[in-house]
Nanobody, 115 residues
């Protein structure tokens, strides 16, 4: 089956950093590309970063150079290191397959960046 549980969000000042974690149960699908997504109030969910099984990464333009996605294959975890945070990064952050499995969305983790 598999579940995705995000953690690590919080309230941080502009310019600060957070590291998000995604715990994945059901390793059978862990080997697919994974992504971090975010959704701000009144906006559609958007893709932030992706990582393949082999570690190749892509980033949405607004986070390039600030965010880093990584994965721990041994422990079936995916991470998102977020530096130089901006108020516009405020959102609920989710991990999922890429492309997403819409039956696998977790609760997400709230990131709030104050100016």
């Amino acid at each position: 089956q598999g579940q995705l549980v995000e953690s690590g969000g919080g309230l941080v000042q502009s310019g600060g950093s957070l590291r998000l974690s995604c715990a994945i149960s059901g390793s059978i699908f862990f080997w697919f590309p994974m992504g971090w997504y975010r959704q701000s109030p009144g906006k559609q969910r958007e893709l932030v970063a992706t990582i393949t099984r082999g570690g190749s990464t892509t980033y949405e333009d607004s986070v390039k150079g600030r965010f880093t996605i990584s994965r721990d294959n041994a422990n079936t975890m995916v991470f998102l290191q977020m530096n130089s945070l901006k108020p516009e990064d405020t959102a609920v952050y989710y991990c999922n397959l890429h492309p997403p499995d819409h039956e696998k969305w977790g609760r997400g983790t709230q990131v709030t960046v104050s100016s």
